[in-house]
Protein backbone atom coordinates (compact mmCIF):
# COMPACT_ATOMS: atom_id res chain seq x y z
CA UNK A 1 0.00 0.00 0.00
CA UNK A 2 3.02 2.09 -0.99
CA UNK A 3 2.24 5.72 -2.15
CA UNK A 4 -0.99 4.77 -3.36
CA UNK A 5 -2.61 8.31 -2.40
CA UNK A 6 -4.51 6.48 1.05
CA UNK A 7 -5.74 9.40 3.60
CA UNK A 8 -8.19 6.70 5.47
CA UNK A 9 -7.22 2.65 6.56
CA UNK A 10 -10.62 2.04 8.57
CA UNK A 11 -11.31 -1.55 8.82
CA UNK A 12 -7.86 -2.62 9.16
CA UNK A 13 -8.13 -3.34 12.71
CA UNK A 14 -10.60 -6.36 11.48
CA UNK A 15 -6.97 -7.93 10.32
CA UNK A 16 -6.46 -9.07 13.87
CA UNK A 17 -3.80 -11.57 12.38
CA UNK A 18 -1.48 -9.07 10.45
CA UNK A 19 1.72 -9.32 11.12
CA UNK A 20 3.10 -6.85 8.52
CA UNK A 21 1.79 -3.75 7.86
CA UNK A 22 3.38 -0.99 5.16
CA UNK A 23 1.50 1.93 4.42
CA UNK A 24 4.37 4.44 3.46
CA UNK A 25 4.02 7.96 1.48
CA UNK A 26 0.49 8.21 1.71
CA UNK A 27 -1.52 11.05 2.96
CA UNK A 28 -2.84 9.26 6.44
CA UNK A 29 -3.65 11.14 9.55
CA UNK A 30 -5.24 8.71 11.34
CA UNK A 31 -4.23 4.86 11.81
CA UNK A 32 -5.78 2.91 14.79
CA UNK A 33 -3.70 -0.85 14.90
CA UNK A 34 -4.80 -1.70 18.67
CA UNK A 35 -6.72 -4.31 17.38
CA UNK A 36 -4.00 -5.65 15.36
CA UNK A 37 -2.28 -7.28 18.18
CA UNK A 38 0.07 -9.80 16.03
CA UNK A 39 1.46 -7.15 14.52
CA UNK A 40 5.29 -7.31 14.41
CA UNK A 41 6.65 -4.75 11.19
CA UNK A 42 4.71 -1.58 10.86
CA UNK A 43 5.91 1.04 8.05
CA UNK A 44 4.19 4.14 8.02
CA UNK A 45 6.80 6.36 7.51
CA UNK A 46 6.26 9.62 5.00
CA UNK A 47 2.31 10.12 6.17
CA UNK A 48 0.63 12.69 8.13
CA UNK A 49 0.61 11.85 11.57
CA UNK A 50 0.57 13.31 14.61
CA UNK A 51 -0.24 10.61 17.26
CA UNK A 52 -0.32 6.81 17.36
CA UNK A 53 -1.14 4.06 20.22
CA UNK A 54 1.12 0.94 20.19
CA UNK A 55 0.45 0.27 23.38
CA UNK A 56 -1.41 -3.50 22.37
CA UNK A 57 1.19 -4.17 19.64
CA UNK A 58 3.06 -5.95 21.86
CA UNK A 59 4.81 -8.36 19.42
CA UNK A 60 6.24 -5.46 17.35
CA UNK A 61 9.73 -6.12 16.39
CA UNK A 62 10.37 -2.88 14.07
CA UNK A 63 8.99 0.47 13.29
CA UNK A 64 8.91 3.19 11.07
CA UNK A 65 7.19 6.13 11.55
CA UNK A 66 10.07 8.49 10.31
CA UNK A 67 8.50 11.60 8.75
CA UNK A 68 5.08 12.63 10.36
CA UNK A 69 4.57 15.38 12.45
CA UNK A 70 4.60 12.72 16.06
CA UNK A 71 4.82 14.99 19.00
CA UNK A 72 5.44 12.27 21.33
CA UNK A 73 5.90 8.31 20.90
CA UNK A 74 5.39 5.99 23.55
CA UNK A 75 6.72 2.09 22.74
CA UNK A 76 7.22 1.52 26.22
CA UNK A 77 4.86 -1.57 26.61
CA UNK A 78 6.80 -2.60 22.87
CA UNK A 79 9.69 -4.56 25.02
CA UNK A 80 10.32 -7.00 21.74
CA UNK A 81 11.31 -4.09 19.66
CA UNK A 82 14.61 -4.53 18.02
CA UNK A 83 14.71 -1.28 15.54
CA UNK A 84 13.12 2.14 15.63
CA UNK A 85 12.96 4.50 13.14
CA UNK A 86 11.00 8.10 13.60
CA UNK A 87 13.16 10.74 13.09
CA UNK A 88 11.48 13.75 10.56
CA UNK A 89 9.03 14.20 13.53
CA UNK A 90 8.40 16.75 16.14
CA UNK A 91 9.35 14.66 19.21
CA UNK A 92 10.51 16.78 22.11
CA UNK A 93 11.59 13.60 23.99
CA UNK A 94 12.06 10.23 23.84
CA UNK A 95 12.29 7.31 26.53
CA UNK A 96 13.60 3.64 25.51
CA UNK A 97 14.31 2.69 28.70
CA UNK A 98 11.87 -0.28 28.79
CA UNK A 99 13.23 -0.92 24.92
CA UNK A 100 16.31 -3.61 25.98
CA UNK A 101 15.77 -5.39 22.95
CA UNK A 102 16.48 -2.65 20.41
CA UNK A 103 19.31 -2.88 18.36
CA UNK A 104 18.89 0.34 16.26
CA UNK A 105 17.75 3.51 16.63
CA UNK A 106 17.21 6.47 14.32
CA UNK A 107 15.46 10.07 15.14
CA UNK A 108 18.05 12.42 13.48
CA UNK A 109 16.59 15.40 12.20
CA UNK A 110 13.97 16.05 15.00
CA UNK A 111 14.97 19.54 15.92
CA UNK A 112 12.44 19.61 18.93
CA UNK A 113 14.31 16.57 20.33
CA UNK A 114 15.84 17.68 23.45
CA UNK A 115 15.94 14.69 25.87
CA UNK A 116 16.87 11.11 24.59
CA UNK A 117 16.72 7.97 26.97
CA UNK A 118 18.80 4.88 26.13
CA UNK A 119 19.88 3.61 29.00
CA UNK A 120 18.96 -0.14 30.01
CA UNK A 121 19.35 -0.64 25.87
CA UNK A 122 22.74 -3.07 26.45
CA UNK A 123 22.06 -4.74 22.65
CA UNK A 124 21.79 -1.51 21.19
CA UNK A 125 24.58 -1.16 18.16
CA UNK A 126 23.87 2.27 16.22
CA UNK A 127 22.61 5.74 17.02
CA UNK A 128 21.61 8.28 14.37
CA UNK A 129 20.29 11.43 16.45
CA UNK A 130 21.98 14.05 14.64
CA UNK A 131 20.00 17.43 13.73
CA UNK A 132 18.04 17.82 16.89
CA UNK A 133 19.00 19.66 20.08
CA UNK A 134 20.14 17.55 22.43
CA UNK A 135 22.21 19.06 25.06
CA UNK A 136 23.10 15.68 26.60
CA UNK A 137 23.11 12.43 25.48
CA UNK A 138 24.13 9.21 27.98
CA UNK A 139 25.46 6.15 26.08
CA UNK A 140 27.35 4.78 29.01
CA UNK A 141 24.93 1.33 29.37
CA UNK A 142 25.05 1.49 25.99
CA UNK A 143 27.63 -1.35 25.12
CA UNK A 144 27.35 -2.66 22.65
CA UNK A 145 27.83 0.31 20.89
CA UNK A 146 29.23 0.57 17.07
CA UNK A 147 28.23 3.34 15.51
CA UNK A 148 27.19 6.68 16.75
CA UNK A 149 25.76 9.96 14.74
CA UNK A 150 25.09 13.10 17.21
CA UNK A 151 26.55 15.23 14.93
CA UNK A 152 25.19 18.98 14.70
CA UNK A 153 23.49 18.97 17.91
CA UNK A 154 24.27 21.32 21.16
CA UNK A 155 26.21 18.59 23.41
CA UNK A 156 27.99 19.59 25.86
CA UNK A 157 29.68 16.22 27.17
CA UNK A 158 29.76 12.50 26.19
CA UNK A 159 31.27 10.13 27.65
CA UNK A 160 32.17 7.02 25.37
CA UNK A 161 35.20 5.90 27.51
CA UNK A 162 31.84 2.40 28.16
CA UNK A 163 31.45 2.21 24.53
CA UNK A 164 34.71 -0.53 23.82
CA UNK A 165 33.17 -1.62 20.50
CA UNK A 166 32.58 1.78 19.33
CA UNK A 167 34.28 2.06 15.55
CA UNK A 168 32.27 4.93 14.05
CA UNK A 169 32.07 7.95 16.05
CA UNK A 170 30.85 11.26 14.53
CA UNK A 171 30.34 14.34 16.74
CA UNK A 172 30.40 17.25 14.85
CA UNK A 173 29.28 20.51 15.19
CA UNK A 174 28.61 20.15 18.78
CA UNK A 175 29.64 22.22 22.07
CA UNK A 176 32.32 19.26 23.41
CA UNK A 177 35.18 21.13 24.64
CA UNK A 178 36.86 17.34 25.85
CA UNK A 179 36.77 13.72 24.57
CA UNK A 180 38.27 10.89 26.08
CA UNK A 181 38.96 7.89 23.41
CA UNK A 182 41.27 6.14 25.24
CA UNK A 183 39.10 3.11 25.70
CA UNK A 184 37.70 3.10 22.15
CA UNK A 185 40.85 0.98 20.96
CA UNK A 186 38.83 0.01 17.89
CA UNK A 187 37.36 3.35 16.73
CA UNK A 188 38.23 3.25 12.72
CA UNK A 189 36.20 6.78 12.10
CA UNK A 190 36.23 9.55 14.26
CA UNK A 191 34.36 13.02 12.60
CA UNK A 192 34.62 15.63 15.84
CA UNK A 193 35.21 19.76 14.13
CA UNK A 194 33.40 22.01 14.67
CA UNK A 195 33.78 21.84 18.48
CA UNK A 196 35.72 23.17 21.62
CA UNK A 197 38.54 20.75 22.03
CA UNK A 198 41.57 22.25 23.34
CA UNK A 199 43.35 18.52 23.37
CA UNK A 200 42.90 15.13 21.63
CA UNK A 201 44.43 12.04 22.37
CA UNK A 202 43.88 9.76 19.39
CA UNK A 203 47.07 7.44 20.83
CA UNK A 204 45.01 4.19 21.88
CA UNK A 205 43.04 4.43 18.70
CA UNK A 206 45.74 2.67 16.39
CA UNK A 207 42.90 1.38 13.75
CA UNK A 208 42.11 4.80 13.08
CA UNK A 209 41.73 5.62 9.51
CA UNK A 210 39.51 8.80 8.91
CA UNK A 211 40.04 11.83 11.03
CA UNK A 212 38.32 14.80 10.84
CA UNK A 213 39.03 17.22 13.73
CA UNK A 214 39.49 20.89 12.41
CA UNK A 215 37.10 23.96 13.17
CA UNK A 216 38.38 23.12 16.90
CA UNK A 217 41.10 25.12 19.32
CA UNK A 218 43.52 22.46 19.10
CA UNK A 219 47.33 23.88 20.50
CA UNK A 220 48.80 20.23 19.09
CA UNK A 221 48.46 16.82 17.73
CA UNK A 222 49.96 13.59 17.62
CA UNK A 223 48.83 11.03 14.89
CA UNK A 224 52.13 8.92 14.85
CA UNK A 225 50.36 5.80 16.61
CA UNK A 226 47.74 6.12 13.89
CA UNK A 227 49.79 3.68 11.24
CA UNK A 228 46.60 3.32 9.37
CA UNK A 229 45.37 6.60 8.67
CA UNK A 230 44.43 7.77 5.36
CA UNK A 231 42.62 10.77 5.91
CA UNK A 232 43.68 13.91 8.22
CA UNK A 233 42.03 17.17 8.43
CA UNK A 234 43.07 19.20 11.45
CA UNK A 235 42.99 22.60 9.87
CA UNK A 236 41.67 25.85 11.39
CA UNK A 237 42.79 24.95 15.25
CA UNK A 238 45.83 26.97 17.16
CA UNK A 239 47.87 23.92 16.39
CA UNK A 240 51.75 25.25 17.35
CA UNK A 241 53.00 21.46 16.98
CA UNK A 242 51.82 18.82 14.57
CA UNK A 243 53.38 15.11 14.66
CA UNK A 244 52.44 12.65 11.47
CA UNK A 245 55.15 10.30 11.72
CA UNK A 246 53.74 7.25 11.26
CA UNK A 247 54.89 5.28 8.66
CA UNK A 248 52.13 6.02 6.53
CA UNK A 249 52.92 9.33 5.22
CA UNK A 250 53.19 8.11 1.71
CA UNK A 251 48.99 6.51 1.50
CA UNK A 252 47.62 9.96 3.39
CA UNK A 253 45.95 12.75 2.38
CA UNK A 254 45.76 15.99 4.95
CA UNK A 255 45.02 19.31 5.60
CA UNK A 256 46.91 21.57 8.35
CA UNK A 257 46.17 24.94 6.94
CA UNK A 258 45.20 27.54 8.83
CA UNK A 259 46.68 26.93 11.92
CA UNK A 260 48.67 29.93 11.86
CA UNK A 261 51.00 29.57 14.64
CA UNK A 262 52.36 26.13 13.47
CA UNK A 263 55.41 26.44 11.53
CA UNK A 264 56.95 23.12 11.17
CA UNK A 265 55.49 19.66 11.05
CA UNK A 266 57.22 16.49 11.96
CA UNK A 267 56.81 14.00 8.94
CA UNK A 268 58.08 10.54 8.06
CA UNK A 269 60.62 11.70 5.44
CA UNK A 270 61.18 15.20 4.84
CA UNK A 271 62.33 15.53 1.59
CA UNK A 272 59.06 13.12 0.84
CA UNK A 273 57.23 15.86 2.16
CA UNK A 274 58.78 18.58 0.59
CA UNK A 275 58.11 16.89 -2.99
CA UNK A 276 54.49 15.48 -2.24
CA UNK A 277 53.23 17.55 0.44
CA UNK A 278 54.59 21.27 -0.96
CA UNK A 279 52.50 24.54 0.03
CA UNK A 280 50.22 25.00 -3.11
CA UNK A 281 47.70 27.95 -3.39
CA UNK A 282 44.69 27.10 -5.03
CA UNK A 283 42.36 29.60 -6.61
CA UNK A 284 38.87 29.11 -8.13
CA UNK A 285 35.94 30.63 -9.44
CA UNK A 286 32.43 29.92 -7.57
CA UNK A 287 29.79 30.10 -10.29
CA UNK A 288 27.06 30.22 -7.91
CA UNK A 289 28.45 33.46 -5.65
CA UNK A 290 30.50 34.88 -8.67
CA UNK A 291 33.02 35.19 -6.39
CA UNK A 292 37.16 33.76 -6.55
CA UNK A 293 38.46 32.20 -3.37
CA UNK A 294 42.01 31.42 -2.85
CA UNK A 295 43.08 28.83 -0.32
CA UNK A 296 46.65 26.71 0.40
CA UNK A 297 46.82 23.28 0.23
CA UNK A 298 48.14 20.76 2.52
CA UNK A 299 49.73 23.81 4.74
CA UNK A 300 50.27 26.99 5.07
CA UNK A 301 52.90 28.98 2.99
CA UNK A 302 55.76 29.12 4.99
CA UNK A 303 55.14 25.62 6.34
CA UNK A 304 58.15 23.53 6.84
CA UNK A 305 58.80 19.45 7.16
CA UNK A 306 61.33 18.12 9.48
CA UNK A 307 61.85 14.68 10.66
CA UNK A 308 61.91 15.98 14.11
CA UNK A 309 60.82 19.54 14.46
CA UNK A 310 62.07 19.58 18.39
CA UNK A 311 65.36 19.86 17.12
CA UNK A 312 66.40 22.95 16.32
CA UNK A 313 63.17 24.29 15.34
CA UNK A 314 61.67 27.13 17.94
CA UNK A 315 57.86 27.48 16.85
CA UNK A 316 57.30 29.92 19.41
CA UNK A 317 56.56 33.79 18.02
CA UNK A 318 57.22 36.80 19.81
CA UNK A 319 54.63 39.81 20.76
CA UNK A 320 51.95 38.37 19.67
CA UNK A 321 48.98 40.84 19.78
CA UNK A 322 46.46 40.10 22.96
CA UNK A 323 42.64 39.21 21.95
CA UNK A 324 39.32 39.02 24.68
CA UNK A 325 36.02 39.05 24.58
CA UNK A 326 33.42 39.89 27.14
CA UNK A 327 29.91 39.60 26.35
CA UNK A 328 28.93 41.18 23.19
CA UNK A 329 32.42 42.76 22.75
CA UNK A 330 36.02 41.69 21.25
CA UNK A 331 39.33 43.96 22.32
CA UNK A 332 42.54 43.66 20.36
CA UNK A 333 45.45 45.39 21.53
CA UNK A 334 48.05 45.23 18.55
CA UNK A 335 48.84 46.62 15.35
CA UNK A 336 47.81 45.95 12.05
CA UNK A 337 44.31 44.53 10.79
CA UNK A 338 41.85 42.62 12.42
CA UNK A 339 39.47 39.77 9.94
CA UNK A 340 37.06 38.11 11.95
CA UNK A 341 34.71 34.94 10.81
CA UNK A 342 31.83 32.79 11.76
CA UNK A 343 32.86 28.78 12.14
CA UNK A 344 32.02 28.25 8.64
CA UNK A 345 34.27 30.56 7.51
CA UNK A 346 32.24 33.66 6.27
CA UNK A 347 33.65 36.34 6.22
CA UNK A 348 32.05 38.75 9.23
CA UNK A 349 33.99 42.09 9.89
CA UNK A 350 37.68 43.75 8.93
CA UNK A 351 39.19 46.57 11.29
CA UNK A 352 42.70 48.39 11.74
CA UNK A 353 43.82 47.51 14.59
CA UNK A 354 46.13 50.57 16.74
CA UNK A 355 46.16 50.16 20.65
CA UNK A 356 43.41 48.64 22.08
CA UNK A 357 40.13 48.17 19.52
CA UNK A 358 36.74 46.89 20.87
CA UNK A 359 34.10 45.55 18.10
CA UNK A 360 31.18 44.49 19.22
CA UNK A 361 29.13 41.73 17.41
CA UNK A 362 26.28 39.26 17.70
CA UNK A 363 26.70 36.29 20.22
CA UNK A 364 28.19 33.44 18.75
CA UNK A 365 31.77 31.87 17.98
CA UNK A 366 33.73 33.69 16.01
CA UNK A 367 37.69 33.32 14.35
CA UNK A 368 39.62 36.86 15.12
CA UNK A 369 42.81 36.38 12.75
CA UNK A 370 45.12 39.87 13.32
CA UNK A 371 47.56 40.27 10.52
CA UNK A 372 50.48 42.22 12.30
CA UNK A 373 54.06 42.93 10.10
CA UNK A 374 55.95 40.34 12.51
CA UNK A 375 52.72 37.54 11.28
CA UNK A 376 49.45 36.66 11.82
CA UNK A 377 47.65 35.30 14.99
CA UNK A 378 44.29 33.40 14.88
CA UNK A 379 42.14 33.08 17.97
CA UNK A 380 38.19 31.76 19.00
CA UNK A 381 36.27 33.76 20.91
CA UNK A 382 33.02 33.72 22.11
CA UNK A 383 30.50 36.15 22.79
CA UNK A 384 27.26 35.30 24.99
Not at 53 to 62: E, G, I, R, V
Not at 271 to 276: E, G, H, T
Request: charged content about 15%; aromatic content about 8%; proline content about 1%.
Amino acid sequence: MNAKGISDLTGIEDFTALTYLKCSYNSISDLDVSKNIALEILECQFNDLTSIDLSKNTALTSLNCRSNSLSSLDVSNNTAITSITCGSNSLTSLDLSNNTALTGLECSYSNSLTSLNVNGCTSLTTIYCHNSSLTSLDVTENIALNLLDCYTNPINTLDVTKNINLTTLRARNNNLTSLDLTQNTGLNHLSCFGNLLTSLDVSQNTALTFLRCHNNILTSLDVSYNTSLLDLNCSNNSLVSLDVRNGNNINMDFDATENPDLTCISVDDKDWANINWEPTLISYYDFYSGDYYEYWTPVDQGVVYANDCTVGINNNKLNQPSISSHNNTITINGDGTATIYNLNGQFVHQAKINGNTSISLNKGIYLVRVTEEGGTTTKKVYLY
